[in-house]
């Protein structure tokens, strides 16, 4: 999953990727971020669709599957969340109001990732992007064939979880959103996943002193407990969305740099 070397990336940024097409540099690089932006906006909204439209949403098996896991971590000894979330609670609202934030923006770091990696390391970007794509697709069918109460869910189940974005705000998982979510989809988590692959787009990005690897490893630590904090997903759920993004990148090294699209059978090569 190595990036290699950040130099292997950078050419200059998005002036240079550009320059041998003709492209002048403001405004066709604020029309390719802009444009990407867009698509990725637009792919998370489908993707959203997808998860609450065709995929299976038994109760009563999500709930059978968090007690599977939750007797499975009992055996590896990964059932410390329930106590995570109470310490963080303990320590005021003002701690949980920061990471309420840090689960509901998710997708908004997200961008700034990849914005960044657009402007600053484009054949980063192209690759990275490819991985994007690969882990919905990926992470789709195990939703299917794997539907998941997520913690705060367990109450009833004698797992005292709180909502905590329901309780202190914003309420991320609202029923008047643009999409709602499918409440039995928390194996794996992708939160987690799309922020390692922001990651990635940071380190690419800013690879001086590596000050990208170093964001980026901050954001993935604090989106780990972020999501165990909020109640939104169990210690393996974490590892599902590290699995999807594993196999992400081992599909798009597979795969033809150029994928034969017909729209590109009649483009002329760079």
């Known amino acids: ?23 002048p ?42 007690l599977q896991i939750i007797r499975l971590q009992g055996k590896l000894g990964l059932n410390f969340e329930l106590a995570l979330q109470r310490w963080v609670l303990a320590q005021g609202e003002g701690v949980i109001w920061f990471f309420n934030r840090y689960y509901a923006y998710f997708m908004w770091a997200f961008y700034a990732c990849a914005a960044l990696a657009m402007l600053l390391s484009p054949l980063a970007y192209r690759r990275l992007r490819r991985v994007f794509f690969l882990s919905m697709l ?11 109460a997520p913690p705060r869910f367990m109450e009833p189940y004698g797992y005292p ?19 709602q979510a499918n409440r039995y989809a928390a194996m794996p988590s992708m939160h987690f996943g799309w922020t390692v692959i922001g990651a990635f787009m940071l380190a690419a990005a800013l690879p001086r002193w590596r000050s990208g690897a170093l964001l980026g490893t901050l954001h ?24 999807v993004v594993a196999a992400s990148f081992v599909v798009a090294r597979l795969l033809p740099r150029t994928l034969p699209l017909p729209w590109r059978s009649r483009a002329t090569p760079a």
Not at 13 to 21: D, Y
Not at 31 to 38: P, T
Not at 138 to 148: E, G, R, S, V
């Open 220 to 243: 993935v630590v604090l989106m780990s407990l972020t999501v165990m904090i909020t109640g939104n997903h169990f210690v393996l759920d974490i590892a599902g969305g590290l699995l």
């Open 161 to 179: 979880f709180i909502d905590t974005l329901a309780v202190y705000g914003p309420n991320y998982f609202s029923e008047t959103g643009i999409v």
């Open 138 to 148: 990926l992470a789709l069918p195990w939703y299917a064939f794997y539907p998941l």
């Open 1 to 23: 999953m190595s990036l290699g070397s950040p130099r292997r990336y950078r050419t200059g940024g998005l002036t240079a990727a550009m320059k041998g097409r003709g492209i």
């Open 25 to 66: 540099r403001p405004i066709k690089a604020t029309y390719f971020v802009i444009s990407q932006l867009v698509l990725f906006f637009l792919l998370f909204q489908l993707y959203k669709i997808v998860r609450k439209t065709f995929i299976q949403q038994d109760a009563t098996v999500a709930f059978e599957h968090a």
